[in-house]
């Protein structure tokens, strides 16, 4: 529902020609990602889309009286605290952005958030920290994601594995925020639902050596190896390991283990594994996946969407408020994101910032169906995949 009446036209119009004096007639926005690091191959579809969403208001000429949208990126890395708070750092104090995307994992968001963004009054929205944990971090109302939690993660999981007749499963995951609370959560889930889990064992990214790993997985035993990490370092560390020692040949593949990338690594002996990351089939993700065609990028990629919803909300909720303040505009961001309002898909962000220049409540449901809950958080649906002739394809949506 919405909680705050949007300015009138006139209003908004001259609050735009303030800012865009103030501003010199820009917004800047940090890309946080994890560009090194164990997802870094993910990081870069990300940032194209959270860029095109940018491109796209600044052609438009609609946001706040002219204002153009430059993104500065900055290397959060994934698993690395200090590196992740140092980017915030600089973002937010040296390179004065307005708002940021990101982080892109778990462990860097709740690193830069509790370090410096909370402190500092900036609004952040990730495309793919899906730790649990950040449901019920106190954020002051400054942090909003796009990607579900892993607790609805572990629910999805569990349905797609026992619809496939898997009733035993291992679980590795990799040491940190993402990775112990998904594992927690799907094994939670999986149990509920019947099933038995019978090892759920941390492994460290990095390492050249996973026999170890893989043996005490092995020795439990399991239908299936879920494996919970991330796609450019631990987590096919342990496949191949897996595979190279005959432990398992069919895995699991939760969101940050999906990505062409691996399947390019492992090859025909990742065929018929299966997993899960967030995605519709919803129209917007189809007009999405052209508009990113047409800008030379991969749109299909894991999180790239996501992104340029993240991006796309943080600039129309400054329309909304008709600041660039954090403080002002991120008590919209629920508002222009939830209906009621004029449905706006990807591409018509021009439109959308118009519409809210009028007066007019909008309903951004964007490339991923957008619906915000609770704090912040997105409600979420997932794209079921299988690797079937050493390719990803889409079998279904949850």
Request: overall charge negative; hydrophobic content about 45%.
């Amino acid at each position: 529902m919405k909680k705050i009446l949007m300015a009138s036209a006139a209003t908004m119009a001259l609050t735009g020609t303030a800012f865009a004096d103030a501003h010199g007639g820009g917004v800047t926005l940090g890309v946080m990602l994890g560009f090194t690091g164990p997802a870094e191959s993910l990081a870069v579809g990300m940032a194209d889309g959270a860029e095109l969403a940018m491109a796209e208001v600044t052609e438009s000429g609609a946001l706040l009286g002219g204002m153009s949208v430059t993104p500065i990126r900055g290397d959060s890395t994934c698993v690395d605290a200090s590196a992740a708070t140092a980017v915030a750092e600089r973002l937010i104090t040296s390179d004065n952005v307005d708002g940021i995307v990101g982080a892109l994992c778990s462990g860097a968001t709740i690193a830069a958030l509790n370090n410096v963004a909370i402190a500092n009054g900036m609004v952040m929205i990730s495309p793919s920290a899906t730790s649990p944990a950040l449901s019920t971090l106190e954020d002051n109302g400054l942090f909003f994601r796009t990607a579900p939690s892993d607790a609805r993660q572990g629910v999805v999981m569990t349905e797609i594995i026992m619809d496939r007749g898997y009733d035993t499963v291992a679980v590795t995951y990799t040491n940190n925020d993402y990775g112990q609370g998904l594992a927690d959560s799907f094994a939670a889930a999986f149990e509920a639902a019947g099933g038995t889990v019978t090892l759920v064992a941390a492994h460290e990214d990095g390492r050249a050596d996973y026999s170890a790993e893989v043996g005490a997985l092995a020795s439990a035993g399991g239908d299936v190896l879920v494996v919970a990490g991330y796609l450019d370092q631990g987590g096919r560390g342990i496949i191949q390991a897996a595979l190279d020692t005959g432990a398992f040949d069919t895995f699991v593949l939760p969101d940050g283990m999906v990505g062409d990338a691996l399947v390019e690594a492992i090859g025909a002996d990742l065929n018929g594994s299966f997993g899960q990351f967030p995605g519709t089939d919803s129209e917007g993700v189809d007009v999405y996946f052209g508009l990113a065609e047409a800008a030379g990028f991969d749109g299909t990629s894991a999180f790239s969407a996501e992104a340029y919803d993240a991006a796309a909300l943080i600039m129309l909720a400054m329309q909304a408020a008709g600041s660039t303040d954090p403080g002002e505009y991120a008590a919209h961001v629920m508002d222009v994101a939830n209906a009621p309002g004029e449905p706006i898909l990807p591409g018509e962000l021009g439109r959308a910032l118009e519409l809210l220049a009028a007066g007019t409540d909008i309903d951004y449901v964007g490339a991923t169906a957008v619906e915000l809950i609770g704090g912040g958080e997105s409600a979420g649906a997932y794209r079921e995949i299988e690797i079937i002739d050493g390719a990803i394809e889409t079998v279904n949506f949850r």
